[in-house]
C-alpha cells in the first residue's frame, strides 16, 4: 500500500542518528540529501511496517519514516498490521500517555541521538516518478488536497486561503 509519510505516526520519543545494517554507515540526514538530490529513491528502501490502530497509522520504522518527512516524499510503501501486539507498539500505547499524547500533537518530530543537520537543500522536483509531467501531476494533486481539507475544516462563506498556502512546505 502506499501512503503520504505525513500521515503517519513516530511511535519514539527519539531515535539513533544511523540506520542499521545494510545502510548502517549512512546517516539519516545523508539519506535525506540523497533522496533531495536524486540519487536515492523512497523505492530504494524496504516497505515501512506500520500499525493500524485506534483509526491511525503508527509506524515502526522510525528512522526511515524521519527520513522521508524530512525529504517530503509524497508517497511512500508500507505493511499495515491489525496486530498490535508489536511489543515497541504496545509498550508506547500502555505505558507513558504523556508520550502518546506529544506523539500525537501536529508537527511532533522525535529526538535525534547524535549529530544531525536539521535543514537540508531544497528538493528534487521528481521522487519517484518516471517523468517530470507525472511530478507536476503530483504536486497538483497535493494542491488540492490541501485546499478540500482546508475547505472542509471551514464554512465555505468564511474560506479565505493565501496563495502562499496552496504551496506545501518543504520542511516542518
Known amino acids: 500500500m502506499d501512503v503520504d509519510p505525513q500521515t503517519l505516526l513516530f511511535t519514539q520519543?527519539?531515535?539513533?542518528?544511523?540506520?542499521?545494517?545494510?545502510?548502517?554507515a549512512e546517516g539519516i540526514d545523508?539519506?535525506?540529501?540523497a533522496i533531495l538530490s536524486g540519487q536515492l529513491k523512497a523505492s530504494d528502501f524496504p516497505a515501512m511496517r506500520v500499525v493500524s490502530y485506534d483509526g491511525r497509522l503508527w509506524c515502526l520504522d522510525n528512522r526511515r519514516l524521519w527520513?522521508?518527512?524530512?525529504?517530503?516524499?509524497?508517497?511512500v510503501k508500507i505493511k499495515i498490521t491489525y496486530n498490535?501486539?508489536?511489543?515497541?507498539?504496545?509498550?508506547?500505547?500502555?505505558?507513558?500517555?504523556?508520550?502518546?499524547?506529544?506523539?500525537?500533537?501536529?508537527?511532533y518530530w522525535p529526538r535525534v541521538?547524535?549529530?544531525?543537520?536539521?535543514?537540508?537543500?531544497?528538493?528534487?522536483q521528481n521522487f519517484d516518478n518516471d517523468s517530470p509531467a507525472e511530478a507536476e501531476t503530483q504536486?497538483?494533486?497535493?494542491?488540492?488536497?490541501a485546499f478540500v481539507e482546508k475547505s472542509l475544516e471551514y464554512p465555505w462563506s468564511k474560506l479565505k486561503v493565501k496563495s502562499s498556502e496552496l504551496v506545501p512546505q518543504r520542511f516542518p
Open 13 to 24: 520519543d527519539s531515535i539513533k542518528n544511523t540506520f542499521k545494517e545494510p545502510r548502517e
Open 30 to 33: 545523508d539519506a535525506v540529501e
Open 67 to 75: 527520513v522521508f518527512k524530512k525529504a517530503r516524499v509524497p508517497c
Open 84 to 107: 498490535s501486539s508489536n511489543p515497541r507498539f504496545r509498550d508506547l500505547i500502555t505505558g507513558d500517555p504523556a508520550l502518546v499524547k506529544r506523539i500525537l500533537k501536529p508537527g
Open 113 to 124: 541521538r547524535g549529530h544531525c543537520r536539521s535543514s537540508f537543500n531544497p528538493p528534487a
Open 139 to 145: 504536486f497538483a494533486m497535493k494542491i488540492l488536497k
